[in-house]
């Protein structure tokens, strides 16, 4: 058997994680991995990318690339009876899927914040092309809200090291300087915390940052990040052994989705 991999931009951190833990998975259960990446977040792209699998004859394809409904439900129709599971929908989605809870993470972020004390609080976003990114955005206006609390300053960045310093840079610059900034990756957080050094300013004495993956280098930051954990290995390991199941049962896939908990990493960024 082999699977086909589509996936979203291999250079970002969690991503090429999630490819590596597949790869180890349906390695022990002898499966081989094929992968097409997609250059951009447009339904084209991803169209592309599982055509590009199909036409090397894949048993069954997963898909980890950023789809609203209506484009997860094209995606579906385009692969036919192919076994299809996607990572990165909206829990709502009618689709074969398996998901971190994007409304428990942010609301565990946005607790552990408001738990330290903090009210003056501005939010850093992935790009909002991308599902989760929305998702998470939503989830912390939804929790911050249930305080009658609203972000102080809201940038977006795109998931990159570098657009995380350059956002931050610039809500740095607002007139209201935040206590704290809620991060959607740790990958940007990384570009925030240079930011934030740059401007002169202690992490957590007189900042707190907070990121979104616990990616495997987090630990290493500097400080070292506090995060909200999306195992990726787990996540790799139960999408592969969900969608080989499939294989073998044919069976009502909706009965096999998955939402998988977050978990709140404190470490040494916030205070
Ligand atoms: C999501 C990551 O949390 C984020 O950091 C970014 O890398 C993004 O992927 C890229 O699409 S994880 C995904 C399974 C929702």
């Known amino acids: 058997f082999t699977l086909g991999l589509a996936t979203t931009e291999l250079a970002l951190h969690a991503p090429s994680q999630i490819a590596s833990a597949m790869k180890t998975r349906a390695n ?45 439900a094209a995606i579906a129709r385009l692969c036919g009876n192919l076994p299809a599971l996607f990572l990165d929908v909206d829990p709502e989605a009618d689709v074969f899927k398996i998901l971190f809870d994007p409304h428990c993470g942010a609301e565990q972020g946005v607790e552990h914040l408001l738990a330290l004390g903090h009210q003056q609080i501005a939010v850093l976003t992935g790009p909002l092309e991308s599902i989760s990114a929305r998702l998470r955005y939503e989830g912390w206006l939804n929790t911050l809200a249930t305080r009658d609390i609203s972000p102080c300053v809201v940038q977006h960045g795109d998931w990159s090291a570098a657009s995380g310093y350059q956002q931050a840079l610039l809500l740095l610059n607002q007139p209201v300087r935040p206590t704290a900034i809620l991060v959607a990756n740790d990958q940007m957080a990384l570009g925030v915390l240079r930011a934030v050094h740059e401007f002169g300013l202690r992490v957590p004495e007189q900042i707190s940052v907070i990121g979104y993956d616990d990616t495997e280098d987090s630990a290493f930051f500097f400080p070292p990040l506090t995060t909200i954990k999306q195992d990726f290995r787990l996540l790799g390991h139960e999408s592969v052994n969900r969608l080989v199941d499939h294989l073998h049962k044919n069976g009502d896939h909706h009965s096999d989705s998955l939402l998988l908990p977050t978990s709140l990493v404190e470490r040494h960024t916030t205070a």
């Open 28 to 72: 022990q259960l002898g499966f081989n991995v094929v992968i097409s990446m997609t250059d951009n977040l447009s339904l084209a792209a991803c169209r592309t990318a599982v055509n590009e699998l199909m036409s090397q004859r894949v048993d069954g394809v997963l898909i980890n690339v950023p789809l609203s409904n209506d484009d997860a």
